[in-house]
């Protein structure tokens, strides 16, 4: 069956990293965006690598009101008319830096919900980053699920069991604890990252992932790599390691991804 006849969702990572974050997600129904961390020029070249155009998108959801994820996000609004979806405290943080956006592109998507948007079921939940009120989404269509899962400091059991054993997870590899320590950052901003309210670190990341993986998964994509303390060598290596460890069939019975800050995954359909 060719790619354009295949329904479910289908998905790229547009680009993920710490300089800017954007995920496509399409079904039959509708074509969205989760943040937009890039300029719009920027957003379309990524667009235009999996033969996708701006002007079809319908709306973009937003996580939290970090500028690598809501950049482009009152610039693309505005010039395709998409509606933004951000939970109350999200759009209350982020509004001043988007400039304007009509009263009707706006729409609260609350923490902890459900709603469905165009054919596909939209649930948001909770991570732990210092950002006002943060949130990721599952997306769930034809009983095929796809998770978002970066921007935290540490997984809970709560988040936990709600994400587990999906079919594909973009999941946060954000640095490695040698290149972090040793780097060039100065120690405030180290704290910040290694706290509770920062970024999962390569192991920390593998070690969430070995509990969460299940039976129906078939991808998992390394996310938000650091630009200055990480490289997708020892995140892919380490997070695999780990895995491998804990005999949970990675590369086996789902498949481990890299993700670019400059360059989409290839669409694939779930």
Same mark, same amino acid.
């Given at each position: 069956?060719?790619?354009?006849?295949?329904?479910?969702?289908?998905?790229? %990572?547009? #680009?993920?990293?710490? &300089?800017?974050?954007?995920?496509?997600?399409?079904?039959? *129904?509708? !074509? $969205?965006?989760?943040?937009?961390?890039?300029?719009?020029?920027?957003?379309?070249?990524?667009?235009?690598?999996?033969?996708?155009?701006?002007?079809?998108?319908?709306?973009?959801?937003?996580?939290?009101?970090?500028?690598?994820?809501?950049?482009?996000?009152?610039?693309?609004?505005?010039?395709?008319?998409?509606? %933004?979806? #951000?939970?109350?405290? &999200?759009?209350?943080?982020?509004?001043?830096?988007?400039? *304007?956006? !009509? $009263?009707?592109?706006?729409?609260?998507?609350?923490?902890?919900?459900?709603?469905?948007?165009?054919?596909?079921?939209?649930?948001?939940?909770?991570?732990?980053?210092?950002?006002?009120?943060?949130?990721?989404?599952?997306?769930?269509?034809?009983?095929?699920?796809?998770?978002?899962?970066?921007?935290?400091?540490? %997984?809970?059991?709560?988040?936990?069991?709600?994400?587990?054993?999906?079919?594909?997870?973009?999941?946060?590899?954000?640095?490695?604890?040698?290149?972090?320590?040793?780097?060039?950052?100065?120690?405030?901003?180290?704290?910040?990252?290694?706290?509770?309210?920062?970024?999962?670190?390569?192991?920390?990341?593998?070690?969430?992932?070995?509990?969460?993986?299940?039976?129906?998964?078939?991808?998992?994509?390394?996310?938000?790599?650091?630009?200055?303390?990480?490289?997708?060598?020892?995140?892919?290596?380490?997070?695999?390691?780990?895995?491998?460890?804990?005999?949970?069939?990675?590369?086996?019975?789902?498949?481990?991804?890299?993700?670019?800050?400059?360059?989409?995954?290839?669409?694939?359909?779930?």
């Amino acid at each position: 069956m060719l790619e354009s006849e295949q329904s479910g969702l289908k998905i790229s %990572v547009l #680009a993920s990293g710490s &300089t800017g974050n954007i995920t496509y997600i399409e079904s039959d *129904k509708v !074509k $969205l965006l989760v943040d937009c961390g890039f300029s719009g020029k920027k957003a379309t070249e990524l667009l235009k690598q999996i033969d996708r155009r701006p002007e079809d998108l319908d709306a973009i959801l937003v996580t939290h009101e970090h500028s690598d994820h809501i950049k482009g996000v009152g610039i693309m609004a505005r010039k395709y008319d998409l509606d %933004v979806y #951000a939970n109350k405290n &999200t759009w209350t943080a982020m509004e001043p830096k988007l400039g *304007k956006i !009509k $009263l009707e592109q706006k729409h609260h998507f609350d923490l902890e919900k459900t709603m469905t948007i165009g054919d596909i079921d939209v649930s948001s939940f909770g991570v732990s980053h210092d950002a006002v009120d943060p949130q990721f989404y599952t997306f769930q269509k034809d009983n095929k699920r796809f998770v978002m899962l970066t921007d935290t400091g540490y %997984v809970n059991d709560r988040t936990r069991d709600f994400v587990k054993n999906a079919n594909a997870y973009l999941f946060e590899s954000n640095h490695d604890l040698s290149m972090l320590r040793m780097g060039r950052y100065p120690w405030s901003l180290k704290q910040r990252i290694l706290g509770d309210k920062g970024h999962l670190s390569n192991e920390d990341g593998a070690l969430a992932l070995a509990e969460i993986v299940g039976d129906n998964t078939e991808r998992v994509y390394l996310g938000h790599l650091s630009k200055e303390n990480n490289l997708k060598e020892i995140a892919y290596s380490t997070v695999e390691e780990i895995l491998m460890q804990k005999g949970t069939g990675v590369n086996h019975k789902y498949t481990l991804f890299d993700t670019d800050p400059v360059e989409s995954s290839p669409l694939f359909t779930l």
